[in-house]
């Protein structure tokens, strides 16, 4: 059963150096908390998997935290460029930046993949794209049966997921609702898992099309209220759409950025 511990403790216990770590949710639920935290931990030499890295990703390019991003797009959204993400890309700042670039059913295809046991997943996309030509693990398969060429894609099993959600219970049972990505897959694909919720409840209540993590499938949680600002979790928080502006104005100038982070990190 997932074992509920502190937002430090877990990030300390769960992600190292030289790991893959997917950070999902799609505009709703994004773990910035824990994101926040892993910067905090220095950790160095990430791999980054994520299918729309936006500012936490940002965030943790520019703190030097990742030496790889696997993903499928990039951007503040609403505003305008990563620009962190920018600068590590065009100019190696802090550090180099190696990039695997896929489509959206690409990404989401490669985590049901792994969450299913299955060495990759088979699908029509990518024809007509750049990307066959650019990224190593789009590859094309004939199926057996009509003879038609098809795409294949690598399963990705990061070694760490981190989500977001909206509660769990004291045996760390995950219960999360609205509008959401491929949280469930990616947890089930990884090695390890970190659910950061908004609070710890003694029993879980139905909700209309929520969906429940069980706690065997979790290895920690933790409580991190308001833990997806600036996005937001449906029924606790609201997006803080005035953040995401004000953070182009930080992340376009490295001083900027590097007083921020000197803040977040002290």
């Not at 150096?17 to 990430?46: C, K, Y």
């Not at 703190?63 to 503040?76: D, E, H, T, V």
């Not at 699908?123 to 590859?139: E, H, K, N, Q, W």
Request: charged share 20%.
């Amino acid at each position: 059963m997932a074992r509920i511990v502190s937002l430090a403790d877990a990030v300390a216990e769960l992600i190292h150096d030289g790991d893959s770590v997917a950070l999902e949710g799609f505009t709703h639920l994004i773990p910035m908390a824990a994101g926040q935290e892993i910067i905090r931990q220095r950790r160095r030499d990430l791999t980054l998997i994520r299918m729309t890295p936006d500012i936490v990703y940002d965030r943790m390019i520019g703190a030097g935290c990742a030496g790889k991003l696997i993903f499928s797009w990039g951007g503040n959204p609403g505003v305008g460029s990563l620009h962190r993400f920018r600068d590590a890309v065009e100019n190696g700042w802090p550090v180099p930046l190696e990039v695997e670039e896929h489509s959206h059913a690409g990404m989401a295809n490669r985590y049901i993949a792994g969450a299913s046991g299955l060495p990759f997943a088979v699908l029509r996309g990518y024809t007509g794209t750049d990307l066959p030509g650019v990224t190593s693990t789009i590859a094309t398969v004939t199926c057996p049966f009509t003879g038609e060429e098809l795409t294949a894609v690598p399963a990705v099993n990061p070694d760490v997921t981190v989500i977001h959600a909206q509660r769990a219970d004291r045996k760390g049972n995950v219960q999360l609702w609205g509008l959401l990505g491929v949280q469930k897959e990616a947890v089930l694909a990884a090695k390890r898992s970190l659910v950061t919720v908004e609070e710890i409840v003694d029993e879980l209540t139905p909700v209309p099309g929520a969906i429940t993590l069980p706690g065997w499938a979790v290895t920690l949680v933790a409580e991190a209220p308001n833990g997806a600002h600036p996005s937001y979790a449906q029924g606790y928080t609201e997006r803080d759409n005035d953040y995401y502006a004000q953070w182009d104005g930080i992340s376009r100038d490295r001083e900027a950025f590097g007083d921020w982070l000197a803040e977040v990190t002290a």
